[in-house]
């Protein structure tokens, strides 16, 4: 039987540590705002925010120090579940869905229920070998589009705020947090970027997109952070569904040209063999008459 208690790594769970709080400052926070008949949740979505740069270098610590364990895979579950799970569904509850009575609450329950599935699914897929692809949309990320949400009105009250189209914010709302449910217990595949290096050589262009990105940031920073999840958000789909199919015919032209490379090179040297044994079998007689003679 195991010694339950063995020591843990600090550093990794450190940073876990800090995702942790900083989501359950953010409910603090909220329950406090509505207690004061405030409705400005800026501050809330802001410490979510710093929630997930914890929670995303908690992991990229472990792996460079070669501190990973089953603990910190199974705390680092934990803390994520309340500061993506918890807390993103009391904030969008006490902004926006409780005045939706019963659809309302509804709906922040099966985001908090989806965020736990789609966590003890990846647990249990847990393998110590990096992925390149999650199945379903990673739960940080879907807390992430709902601080989108609130940052990109710079969390004014919900009665302020109005849409491009004729749709109430709060359907809006509710619509969206039903959508981050079900596409996190989808079994789409969303890219994972885990193994992404910034130290590694990329193509030029790379470069170009990134200045091009700062430069909306710089001009409409939440509205940039909102695009790009929303961009992360649809990638899965389109990839799995729109671009799956150009994707395989274009593997199975390269395939094909493999295949053709290797058969031309086989007919190549099937032409040539006849001469080569020959010229082998020259050799070894000449060797056999005079020993020392090098070819």
């Keep these: 039987m195991k010694d339950p208690q063995r020591p843990v790594y600090i550093l990794p769970n450190l940073f876990t540590s800090g995702s942790l709080f900083l989501g359950f400052y953010a409910m603090i926070h909220a329950i406090n705002i509505t207690l004061r008949g405030e409705q400005n949740y800026k501050a809330c979505a802001l410490a979510l ?4 740069m914890f929670d995303m270098m908690d992991g990229r610590v472990a792996r460079k120090t070669n501190t990973a364990s089953r603990f910190g895979v199974e705390y680092d579950s934990l803390s994520d579940l309340v500061s993506f799970g918890v807390a993103p569904a009391l904030i969008i509850y ?3 869905l409780k005045e939706l009575g019963r659809i309302g609450w509804l709906g922040a329950f099966l985001y908090l229920a989806c965020g736990a599935l789609r966590l003890a699914r990846f647990n249990i897929q847990v393998t110590g070998v990096e992925k390149k692809f999650f ?17 990109i009105w710079e969390g004014k009250p919900i ?16 619509i969206l947090t039903y959508l981050l449910a079900g596409m996190m217990v989808s079994t789409i595949p969303y890219r994972s970027f ?12 790379y470069l170009v997109l990134v200045v091009v990105g700062l430069m909306f940031f710089g001009i409409k920073p939440w509205w940039s952070l909102f ?12 990839e799995k569904y729109v671009l799956a199919a150009p994707v395989r015919v274009f593997q199975r032209v390269k395939r094909h040209r493999r295949v053709k490379k290797a058969l031309d090179r086989i007919d190549e040297l099937a032409s040539v063999t006849p001469k080569t044994i020959e010229d082998e079998n020259q050799v070894k007689q000449e060797r056999k008459v005079h020993p020392l003679k090098r070819s």
Excluded: N
């Design 227 to 238: 695009s790009l999840g929303c961009v992360y958000l649809l990638s899965g789909p389109v």
């Design 49 to 52: 925010i710093g929630a997930a």
């Design 159 to 174: 009665e302020d705020i109005e849409l491009f189209f004729s749709l109430d914010v709060r359907f809006f709302l509710l």
């Design 94 to 96: 006490l902004w926006t």
């Design 194 to 205: 885990k193994t992404l290096s910034l130290t590694t050589s990329h193509p030029f262009y």
């Design 135 to 151: 199945q379903g949309l990673p739960i940080p990320m879907a807390a992430m589009m709902i601080c989108g949400a609130i940052l």
